[in-house]
């Protein structure tokens, strides 16, 4: 992953740390489910509260096309590709952040501080990941990019690649637009094949105080079919399931009680052995009620 300038607001979360733990905040429903069944759920990114998952590619692609002047017909042609990136390729995530007590994840995913943030280990995290990159049916740990310059910074080799690959294929403009045969397709799919999962690292820098990593995989558009689904509120979510058990190490190091949750910390420790699960639990430093 990137590195990028740091928020001074969050220094001690710089882009170049890489911390121990990482944090999922989640209902106590969804805690116990986690606790109970060692897996975890990647859920499809497109129904999660960023409208822009996945396609920030094009905002990019727009400001990088009038930096460089690119032809406006080498643009939209761009663009109409990516868009057949991103909807053939679902994201999914199991979204973590750096920071294990903080307001804002605690009222907008953890039943407003009634639930938990689970603490888990990056190394193990790490280990489960996918070894082979080429496999990407698998999940892998990425961190988040929030800075628009680092973003532009990391793309803009693959948008000049993929300009020159339209430019070089074109000859000349078709009925005022360029014609993306099958061949040229083919050769941008194949520049485009490492981005097709690093599009769903880049966020808004809105959303920078999450500081957030996920276990990141793909669903593909002719597997999804074959994936499983999940009411949540007023939204059927796609979802793949992680086991946790399957590697060696610990999963669960942590767990931090929402600053509304009333379980005493003795009862979750004794719940979490009975698991086999011998992890710290604090309850939040938070006064939010």
């Known amino acids: 992953m990137g590195t990028g300038p740091v928020n001074l607001v969050f220094d001690e979360f710089a882009f170049d740390h890489v911390p121990a733990v990482l944090h999922h905040y989640c209902t106590t429903e969804t805690f116990m489910a986690i606790v109970a069944s060692k897996r975890i759920r990647l859920s499809a990114l497109s129904m999660s509260n960023d409208s822009e998952e996945g396609r920030l590619v094009l905002r990019l692609t727009d400001k990088l096309g009038d930096a460089r002047h690119t032809d406006p017909n080498v643009l939209a042609s761009l663009k109409a590709h990516w868009n057949?990136?991103?909807?053939?390729?679902?994201?999914?995530?199991?979204?973590?952040?750096?920071?294990?007590?903080?307001?804002?994840?605690?009222?907008?995913?953890?039943?407003?501080?009634?639930?938990?943030?689970?603490?888990?280990?990056?190394?193990?995290?790490?280990?489960?990941?996918?070894?082979?990159?080429?496999?990407?049916?698998?999940?892998?740990?990425e961190r988040v990019e929030y800075g628009e310059g680092q973003q532009l910074h990391e793309y803009g080799p693959t948008y000049t690649a993929l300009v020159n690959a339209i430019e070089d294929a074109q000859g000349y403009l078709q009925y005022g637009q360029v014609s993306i045969t099958e061949k040229l397709k083919a050769v941008l799919n194949r520049k485009l094949r490492p981005w097709t999962r690093k599009i769903y690292t880049f966020k808004n820098d809105g959303f920078a105080e999450e500081r957030e990593w996920r276990m990141l995989a793909l669903l593909t558009a002719e597997e999804q079919k074959g994936c499983s689904y999940r009411a949540v509120d007023d939204k059927i979510v796609a979802f793949r399931e992680l086991r946790l058990d399957a590697g060696e190490g610990t999963a669960i190091v942590s767990v931090t009680l929402g600053p509304k949750h009333v379980t005493p910390v003795d009862q979750v420790e004794r719940m979490l052995q009975r698991h086999g699960i011998n992890a710290t639990v604090t309850k939040s430093a938070l006064t939010y009620r």
């Open 84 to 141: 057949e990136v991103v909807a053939a390729n679902e994201g999914l995530g199991f979204c973590l952040s750096e920071r294990g007590d903080l307001l804002s994840q605690w009222r907008g995913y953890a039943g407003q501080g009634r639930g938990v943030s689970i603490g888990f280990s990056t190394e193990f995290l790490k280990r489960v990941s996918a070894a082979d990159e080429a496999d990407e049916h698998f999940a892998t740990l």
